[in-house]
């Protein structure tokens, strides 16, 4: 059964997907039912195909995702969103949930990711490094500054002593790549990851202020899972060989 994936409309989760979810049954201590999974939208291909994985290796299992902002998921989560593991792209994001008791288990890192500038094929644009951030007639594309992405994007942006000037703020990174595949922007910054994922879509420049807002990603079990073991399994999935092979294949960092 492939992972099925939840997207965000306000605070409804709407499942897509070609069936009915299996529901998550009552923790029986045994692997075994439904989980729902919020992720940082910059593990949308990773996660997914984790979870597939985990799928193939316990029969039986459905894991079902939420990708958005991970400052989204955490209030959403602060809010009492039902969901079995929170998987963020910044320690602060994680942090909110512990402080609110969504999540009471010790979060694990688990990959790490540093910023990319992204073009479209052929760079058009011709943006050379962060300075072109700043030029008039460029088109930029941002993520806005409280979601992970953003704040590392300030972090960059303030090493190099350049004030972009961005044409679009976008609520998570995949909408910022968006603008770039489209051809909308001449440049955006994004996780190197997603300049991975994106295939021939998009070219990618590094730039050596990159090092200077590494994000770790942590993940932890939600205290109120509904399906605490499969949760438990699915961390410890992620955490495996083989959730640390995908991760580094698809250009993380690895802890």
Known sequence: MRASMLVTAGAVLVLVGCGPATPSTPDSGEVGGGITVFAAASLTETFTRLGEDFEAANPGTEVRFNFAASSALA???GQGAPADV???????????????GAVTDTPTTFARNKLAIAVPKGNPGKIAGLAD?????R?????????????AS?????????????????????????????????????????????G??????????AGQAVNDYPIAPVAQARN??????????VL????????DQAGFVLP
């Open 228 to 237: 605490a073991a499969t949760a438990k399994a699915f961390v410890a999935f």
């Open 75 to 77: 209030r959403q989560l």
């Open 200 to 209: 021939g879509e998009v070219e990618g420049i590094d730039f050596a202020e």
């Open 86 to 100: 929170f998987a963020s792209a910044a320690p602060a994001n994680m942090k909110q949930v512990t402080d609110t």
């Open 139 to 151: 088109k930029i594309a941002l993520c806005a500054e409280q979601v992970p992405c953003g704040a």
């Open 240 to 247: 495996s060989d083989r959730g640390r092979s995908v991760l």
């Open 133 to 137: 951030f700043a030029v008039a007639d």
């Open 154 to 198: 300030r972090k960059v942006f303030d090493a190099a002593k350049v004030t972009p000037a961005p044409d679009t703020l976008e609520q998570d990174v995949k909408a910022v790549l968006t603008k770039v595949t489209l051809g909308e922007v001449d440049g955006a910054l994004v996780y190197r990851t997603d300049v991975r994922a994106a």
